[in-house]
């Protein structure tokens, strides 16, 4: 699949975002996950909480097998930049009777905030995009893009 230049463009100045803030950062450990002040943009999580800075983050809320821990946030406004480790169930021979978890270390764009209906003056974000710069090939069956871009929802999940 061959992807537009503009979209190319995208991923690239993204990545390159990314690259520039993850090296800025330090290795002191952050606060926990805030409650978010009025006017602040927010991360909602699966149970419908907003959050700002959050340690970890579900990306898929039905069964957990996808999230993102370790995080650590080096910027926190119209779009927010960070790091951690993605945290991947392997599901071999199938998702039920695996117990294995991989992880791959992640770079990752919090993008697109738009006003949280039902919440005055918060904003939230919209978008997800991981770089994965590690290791990508899952150990039994598959290997895993380079970048992958989640839509989220106001209400979580």
């Known amino acids: 699949m061959k992807l537009s230049s503009r979209r190319t463009r995208l991923l690239a100045g993204i990545a390159a975002s990314c690259a520039m803030a993850a090296a800025v ?18 991360l909602v999580n699966c149970s419908g909480m907003a959050q700002v800075k959050p340690h970890g983050y579900i990306l898929a809320c039905a069964d ?30 199938y998702c039920a009777a695996s117990k294995k978890y991989v992880n791959y270390p992640v770079l990752v764009v919090l993008w697109r905030a ?43 999940g």
């Open 64 to 93: 957990a097998g996808d999230s993102l821990i370790k995080l650590h946030w080096v910027s926190w406004a119209g779009t927010a930049y960070g790091r951690g480790t993605e945290h991947v169930h392997d599901c071999y021979p």
């Open 114 to 156: 738009e006003p949280r209906p039902g919440h005055a003056g918060q904003r939230y974000f919209t978008r997800l995009t991981e770089i994965r710069t590690g290791s990508l090939t899952l150990p039994h069956f598959h290997k895993l893009p380079r970048t992958a871009t989640w839509d989220l929802t106001a209400a979580g």
């Open 25 to 42: 950062a330090t290795t002191a450990a952050t606060a926990p996950a805030t409650a978010a002040p009025a006017g602040s943009v927010v």
